[in-house]
């Protein structure tokens, strides 16, 4: 059974950065599709990063670009997400989700896909 465990989500100022991380076991299947979502009180989920585990290009929504890294480590399972210059819009749970996939087809932007698996989310919370 696949297991998603985040970790890493916190407190910070306008500015700051966090490094989420999310630990993956259980994988069968051949392949899958990993990313990261995020949902404010009031707020519909949304889709922040999508990569292919193993390998392959990484997508992000626009509102992060060039300020969230996703990667991964194989060796260690595990999927990680750098934020850098964070704003307080940021602020929310943030979720690792695991898509069974032969690659990456984007459908973390789209609201009304829903990935395979999912963690039980880390806090994270920026201040002005």
């Known amino acids: 059974q696949v297991q998603l465990v985040e970790s890493g989500g916190g407190s910070v100022q306008t500015g700051g950065s966090l490094r989420l991380s999310c630990a993956a076991s259980?994988?069968?299947?051949?392949?899958?599709?990993m990313a990261w979502f995020r949902q404010a009180p009031g707020k519909e989920r949304e889709g922040v990063a999508e990569?292919?585990?193993?390998?392959?290009?990484?997508n992000y929504r626009n509102s992060v670009k060039g300020r969230f890294t996703i990667s991964q480590d194989s060796a260690k399972n595990t999927l990680y997400l750098q934020m850098n210059s964070l704003k307080p819009e940021d602020s929310a749970m943030y979720y690792c989700?695991?898509?069974?996939?032969?690659?990456?087809?984007?459908?973390?932007?789209?609201?009304?896909?829903?990935?395979?698996?999912w963690g039980q989310g880390t806090q994270v919370t920026v201040s002005s």
């Open positions: 990569i292919y585990a193993g390998g392959g290009v990484a």
């Open positions: 989700a695991a898509d069974e996939a032969t690659y990456c087809s984007g459908a973390y932007l789209d609201p009304k896909y829903d990935f395979d698996y």
């Open positions: 259980g994988f069968t299947h051949s392949g899958y599709c």
